[in-house]
């Protein structure tokens, strides 16, 4: 089966959701994290960016909005649950998961600011 190429405005969409994930990595490296994966995918779901920092683990969801509030109540119920099974993947394979500790975490990435990082979102 042949893949369909995206149309201009998924294209567009696609391109800006890789350019927030970028800026939001970099806003975590500031604040000393170490991006462990980006676009992490499962069949169960998909993590935007694997951080850690020490024994904490952040998986973190990205979204570019126009406000913070848009972002944060962007992330659904459904999205959080399959946030959460692709990290149980993700954690079931590294050999240090017994000490590791997993938060969940929102970074909204707003045109012309500094990108947002909301720790422990849910």
Not at 1 to 6: L, T
Not at 10 to 28: M, P, V
Not at 69 to 82: C, E, L, Y
């Amino acid at each position: 089966m042949k893949a369909e190429r995206p149309d201009g405005r998924k294209l567009r969409a696609l391109k800006r959701g890789h350019l927030a994930e970028y800026r939001a990595a970099l806003c975590l490296i500031v604040k000393g994290y170490r991006i462990v994966a980006m676009r992490y995918r499962t069949k169960l779901g998909e993590i935007d960016i694997i951080a850690r920092r020490g024994d904490l683990i952040a998986c973190v969801e990205v979204k570019a909005r126009a406000s913070f509030d848009g972002a944060v109540f962007a992330v659904s119920d459904t999205a959080q649950r399959r946030i959460r099974a692709a990290s149980d993947v993700w954690l079931s394979r590294q050999a240090d998961f017994h000490c590791l500790s997993v938060r969940y975490d929102i970074v909204a990435v707003m045109p012309w600011r500094w990108p947002r990082h909301l720790p422990d979102a849910f």
